[in-house]
C-alpha cells in the first residue's frame, strides 16, 4: 500500500493522482461544486481510497483587492488556496457533504485549478487539473482616480471612473449611468460644478440606486454612488 500524507493517517492502496472536474465557465464570487477523485496512471478512480486527505489547491492569481480563491473543506469552511483543506474521500471520491469541495473563484482570469496532497497530484501521470474561464462578477462599485490628488483650485482634474465587482475586478458594462459625486465642500458663496455626460445644471448628477457606493475614493475627497 502506499499512504499519501492523510489527516487521520489512514493507509489507502496505492494510486497516481487526482482529477478535478466542475463548471469550467464562471463568475467570480459564483460557487463552483468540484469533484476531487483519486486515478491510477491511467485516469481510472482507484475506489479503495478513503478518509480525510489534507490538499493544497494552487493555480488561481489573487484578485485586484488582494483576495484569494477559496475552496471549502469537509466541514464548509472556507480555505484560501495555498493552505491545507481537508477532504474526506469515500470510494475515491472527495465528499461533498456540508458543502464541501465548493470553489469560489476571485479573479477574473482564464487558469487552470490544481491539486496536490504532497505525493499526489493533478499533474501526475492520470491526473487532470480544472481549465476555468472566470469572467467579473456583478457589478459593485464605483472607483475614482484624478489627473492629480493635489489640484488647484479653479483648475481641471479629468477624473476615471471604473465600474468593478465586489473584488474589484473591472466590469464589462459598456453604456451611459446617471450617477451622483458628492464628499467636496462648495467654495465661499459657490457650488461645486462637474462637467460629463448626464451633468444637469449646477453640476448635479442623480444617482445610480444599482450600484453601491465608492471603493476606494481618491484622497481629493470625491465619492460617488446613490
Known amino acids: 500500500t502506499n499512504s499519501s500524507p492523510e ?14 472536474t466542475g463548471t469550467t465557465s464562471l463568475q467570480a464570487g459564483a460557487p463552483n461544486q468540484l469533484t476531487i477523485t483519486a486515478v491510477d496512471s491511467t485516469g481510472t478512480p482507484v475506489t479503495g481510497v478513503a478518509g ?14 488582494s483576495s484569494l480563491s477559496t475552496v471549502s473543506d469537509k466541514n464548509g469552511t472556507p480555505r484560501n488556496l495555498g493552505l491545507p483543506t481537508i477532504i474526506t474521500f ?5 465528499s461533498t457533504a456540508s458543502s464541501a469541495a465548493v470553489l469560489v473563484a476571485h479573479r477574473a482570469e482564464s487558469a487552470t485549478l490544481d491539486v496536490t496532497d504532497g505525493t499526489h497530484s493533478s499533474t501526475s501521470l492520470g491526473g487532470a487539473g480544472l481549465s476555468l474561464t472566470i469572467s467579473a462578477g456583478p457589478d459593485s462599485a464605483y472607483r475614482i482616480s484624478a489627473e ?10 479629468t477624473l476615471t471612473l471604473s465600474i468593478v465587482d465586489q473584488y474589484q475586478n473591472p466590469s464589462s458594462f459598456s453604456g451611459t449611468k446617471n450617477i451622483t459625486f458628492g464628499g467636496l465642500g462648495a467654495g465661499p ?17 442623480q444617482a ?3 450600484l453601491a457606493g465608492p471603493a476606494a475614493p481618491p ?8
Request: no cysteine; glycine share 16%.
Open 52 to 65: 480525510d486527505i489534507a490538499l493544497t489547491f494552487s493555480g488561481l492569481s489573487a484578485a485586484p483587492d
Open 208 to 210: 445610480d440606486p444599482s
Open 90 to 94: 469515500v470510494n475515491g471520491i472527495g
Open 7 to 20: 489527516a487521520a493517517a489512514t493507509p489507502n492502496p496505492a494510486f497516481s493522482g487526482f482529477t478535478i
Open 189 to 205: 458663496g459657490e457650488s461645486e460644478t462637474l462637467s460629463g455626460v448626464g451633468a444637469e445644471s449646477g453640476g448635479r448628477r
Open 148 to 157: 492629480t490628488n493635489a489640484p488647484v483650485v479653479g483648475t481641471t482634474n
Open 219 to 226: 484622497s481629493a475627497g470625491f465619492r460617488v454612488g446613490p
